[in-house]
């Protein structure tokens, strides 16, 4: 069974450009989650798409935005970027009946802002 | 508020000996917790995780872990260290009811030696 998938892998941005990252989750998820991860402040929850809906969301600024399409593939998109946005950005899915469940995790897409 | 304290941020072993990570939570309900293994520039892989049945919980490649109430603990183990045991360790905790959204732990490196 395949698992999370995340593209693109790599990503390098210069400040001020937007850029949007995709998650595909495993088949028969519904829900997706993402985390931004960095040295400094570890691992941290953006937000949680089900069903096309945002169900939850973490303390980030209006720039991280995402979405979540009705095959449960999910994107998020962050503009206006700054340098405090190079990390590794992780997304997650669980969840085939909206109850908690365990998450699992794609690889990552490390973006990295010049 | 909820959140997840570990006391390690690296622990180092020698080959063949035991591990313990240690993992303390705070929560007002009842929580989900896991263990979440990362080596280097890959995602998360669930080790294990606890949801409120047996007390003590065993996950992949040997490891274990056992939810104290009491002492509002979580701590990994495992009898005998490999080397391809050398990765970062996160204790994670999810909220009951509110699905979507886990807060981590700070993270622990194992170092295992030959």
Redesign the interface.
Known sequence: KAGVTQTPRYLIKTRGQQVTLSCSPISGHRSVSWYQQTPGQGLQFLFEYFSETQRNKGNFPGRFSGRQFSNSRSEMNVSTLELGDSALYLCASSGRTGLPDTQYFGPGTRLTVL | AQSVTQLDSHVSVSEGTPVLLRCNYSSSYSP?L?W?VQHPN?????LL?Y?SAATLVKGINGFEAEFKKSETSFHLTKPSAHMSDAAEY?CVV?L????????????TTLQVKP
């Open positions: 989900s896991f979440y890959k995602g998360l892989q669930l995780k949801t996160f999810s009951s009811g509110n699905t979507g959204k886990l807060i981590f732990g700070q993270g």
